[in-house]
C-alpha cells in the first residue's frame, strides 16, 4: 500500500544521465490460454527527466497495467523495463530505487484511523525527507482537514492525500494513477500547479494517467495513447492534434433548426443546453469563410458569434480510439 510503502535507506540507485523510465517491448497478459487478456502487447516507453509524460486510453486499454509494472509491483511476461536505471523485476534494487519514488494508485487504501498530518508525517519520516507537511497541505487545500481521520475525509480529499503521499518523500519520479479523478475543478487545478512546481523548480519526472484531456493537455510535455495494448501514437499535445484533426472549426449561432446550404462543406446542428449552433470543419478556412460572408450578405444566414477554434486533443482521442464505448 502507497502509506506503508517503506524504502531501504541504502545508496540511491544511480539515475541514468537523462531517462527516468525506458521500456522496451513490454508485454504483460492475465489469465491462462483458455481465457486469456493480453493488456500489453510490446509497449516501448522512454521518459527523460523532467518531463511530465500521460498515459491515455480507454478503459481496459492496459495503462494501470503498464504503471504498475513500471512501479515494480507487478511482474510482466516480456521486453525490458529499467526505472531510475534499474530493472524492475530486480526486487532489492527496485526497493532503494522506490527512495526516490512516489506513487498515487488509481486505488489507494489509506490507513483510516490516522490524521492527515500523521499520516504524511509518518511517510515523511520513512522516506527520511524535509519535505514540509504544512505547506504541502496547505498547497492541496487540506488546512481544515490536518487533524482529521484519514476514514472521515469525502472521495475527493481522500484522493488529495493519496497526492500529497506520492509528494512527501520528495521524489525524483512520480507515478500518478488519475491523480484527479474524484477532484472538484478547483481542487484539480491545485494539483496542477503543485505538479508543475514539481517538474520547474525540482526538475521531477511525472508519468500520469488520465481521462481528462484538459488535463493532459495543460500538463503534459509528451502523450502517449494506448489502446488494446499498444501504443498507438506519440507526441506533444500541439503534434498529436496537428497530425490527426489538423482543420479548424468554425462555428455560429444557429438562426433555427434548419442546416444553411454551405456548398462543398459539411456542417452539423450542435445542442448544448438551450444554445444551438452550426458547427463546420474545415482545412480551408479563408476559403470557408469567404463563403460564410458570402451567404450572410446574400441574407441566407447570420454569423453571430462566429468562432474559429483548433481541434481538441479531444477529437483526437475518438478519432483514434473510436466513438464505442468499451467494455
Ligand atoms: N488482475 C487482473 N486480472 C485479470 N485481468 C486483469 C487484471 N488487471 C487488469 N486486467 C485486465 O487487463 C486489461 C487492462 O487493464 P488495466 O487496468 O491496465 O486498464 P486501464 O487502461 O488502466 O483501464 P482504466 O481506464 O479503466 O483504469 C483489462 O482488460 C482488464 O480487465
Ligand atoms: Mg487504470
Redesign the pocket.
Known amino acids: 500500500m502507497t502509506a506503508l510503502n517503506t524504502p531501504e535507506r541504502a545508496a540511491p540507485a544511480r539515475p541514468a544521465a537523462d531517462h527516468a523510465i525506458v521500456a522496451r517491448g513490454l508485454r ?1 497478459h ?2 491462462t490460454d483458455h481465457k486469456r ?1 493480453d ?2 502487447l510490446g509497449v516501448d516507453l522512454h521518459v527523460r527527466r523532467g518531463e511530465v509524460v500521460g ?1 491515455l ?12 509494472i513500471l512501479e515494480g509491483i507487478r511482474p510482466h511476461d516480456g521486453g525490458s523495463a529499467r526505472v531510475l536505471s534499474v530493472p524492475v523485476q530486480d526486487a532489492a534494487g527496485m526497493k532503494r530505487a522506490r527512495r526516490h519514488i512516489g506513487i498515487a494508485s ?1 486505488q489507494s487504501a489509506l490507513p483510516p484511523l490516522l490524521t492527515v498530518r500523521e499520516l504524511l508525517t509518518l511517510q515523511r519520516t520513512l522516506f527520511g525527507s524535509a519535505v514540509d507537511v504544512g505547506a504541502l497541505i496547505d498547497e492541496l487545500g487540506l488546512a481544515d482537514k490536518a487533524r482529521e481521520r484519514v476514514g472521515n475525509l469525502s472521495g475527493g480529499q481522500q484522493q488529495r492525500v493519496a497526492v500529497a503521499l506520492a509528494l512527501v518523500g520528495d521524489p525524483q519520479l512520480l507515478f500518478l ?2 491523480p484527479t479523478s474524484q477532484l472538484d475543478p478547483q481542487a484539480r487545478r491545485a494539483v496542477w500547479a503543485v505538479l508543475e512546481r514539481q517538474r520547474d523548480t525540482r526538475n521531477a519526472t511525472v508519468l500520469l ?1 488520465t ?1 481528462q484531456m484538459e488535463e493532459a493537455q495543460r500538463l503534459c510535455d509528451r502523450i502517449l495513447v ?1 489502446d488494446h ?1 499498444r501504443v498507438i501514437a506519440e507526441g506533444s499535445p500541439g503534434e498529436l492534434v496537428e497530425a490527426h484533426c489538423p482543420g479548424r472549426v468554425i462555428s455560429f449561432k444557429a438562426d433555427g433548426e434548419t442546416l444553411p446550404d454551405l456548398g462543398g462543406f459539411t456542417a452539423v446542428l450542435h445542442t448544448a443546453g438551450a444554445e444551438r449552433s452550426v458547427r463546420v470543419e474545415v482545412d480551408d478556412v479563408p476559403a470557408a469563410l469567404g463563403l460564410l460572408v458570402d451567404r450572410q450578405r446574400a441574407g441566407q444566414l447570420t454569423l453571430d458569434g462566429l468562432r474559429i477554434e483548433r481541434r481538441t486533443l479531444e477529437d483526437v482521442f475518438l478519432k483514434l480510439t473510436g466513438r464505442q464505448i ?1 467494455g
Open positions: 504483460k492475465y489469465g487478456i493488456a500489453l498515459v486510453g480507454p478503459n481496459g486499454a492496459g495503462k494501470t497495467t503498464l504503471i504498475e488509481q494513477d488519475e494517467t481521462h494506448i495494448g468499451r
